[in-house]
């Protein structure tokens, strides 16, 4: 399908805990997904990634400007790389670069890593993809039937 | 040093950080900034507030401890730990700003922080958005039901909560069960696939603490202990937090 994907390093997971072993994981779980040749990463990424802005309870501070501005960097970041979708495995950063697709223009889509490994295992159903955009809402829907 | 002699403003020598650094292995490093602008360059705070963590380290360094006090900027800087990671000297900045936040008396906290803390010490939940463990309990039970009977091939899958000897202890972030119920399914098919033997505790489940981010000890230690002493009181051996 030709559709392409990044990831972003959460700095709670990479740099601040796991370091790079997990980063390699998190890219062996994500190719296996969508398959390597369409995959691509953002730069810098792994332990020297940017902070997107979700974390240190910025998302209910109150500074929404600049919180939104903090992010530019990070946006920046993932439409350099021409995906489509961004893959973010921790909660803050989801809805932070949900925020950002939406705030700076790059419309591109934010997914849980877990709706991805369930789509790429064929048992992702209908009421399941919040988060996928039109190219994906309809491929390989398990139990089409139970849309609601 | 004693409380007392941390009094704010108008010191020639910084207390602040001298007492950050007293509560810190090797003082973080505190004193042993080259100004090189490292952490400056690629700190996405940068410009913010007209701040940046070096100048912010230097001013704490300087003991104008009265404009750190007041600046917001400690509630921009994400403790992402981006500037120590490229800090030829490994200086703790993120420290510095998380204690710089508790200057502030409790109440005068950014109020979003400061009510999703107060929320989560409400009840046994820990759930910044207030949800009761009956709540909780309500809506696993309700969405597991319906996705057996929906989707055949999970017929078996379970979503425990509180299952003695259960192997991993695993958290959930609060918007699922409040505002996204159907994006609890993914994880639990998964851990189904899987053959994973987990539970969530009654208590303690909501992965969030807001009171880590408020700079309050006393009610973050509160969080951990609650829902580490469950996962301890269930016997799990993993602790699996989704946040
Ligand atoms: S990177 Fe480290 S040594 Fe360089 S200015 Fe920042 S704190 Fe100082
Ligand atoms: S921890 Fe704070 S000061 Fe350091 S790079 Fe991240 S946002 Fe900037």
Redesign the interface.
Known sequence: MKIKFTVQDP??IV??SFGEPIAEDLRFVVKSIVGEENFIDMEPNR?????C??????L????KE??L???K??DGQIQATGAQYCIAA???CH?QIHELSESYGGHYQVV?L??M??LS?G???P??R?YLGNDLKEVAV??PE?AM | MPETALAIGGQKESFFMKKVMESLPEGGNLNMCLTCGACASGCPATELEGMDPRKFLRMAALGMDEVIEKSDWPWMCTMCQRCIYVCPMKIDIPQLVYHARALRPREQRPKGILGSCDMALKNESTSAMGASPEDFRFVVEDVLAEYREAQPEFKNMQAPIDKQGAEFFLNQNSREPVTEPDELVPLWKILHVVGADWTYGSKGWAGENYCMFLADDRSWEHVTRLTANQADTLGCKVFLNTE
């Open positions: 700095c709670q740099r601040k332990s020297n990634n940017f902070c802005g979700g974390g240190g309870g910025f209910q501070s109150g500074f600049q919180r501005k903090y992010g960097v990070k921790c909660h803050n809805a849980h877990w709706t490994i369930c295992l048992i992702l159903g009421n399941e919040e398990f139990h139970t």
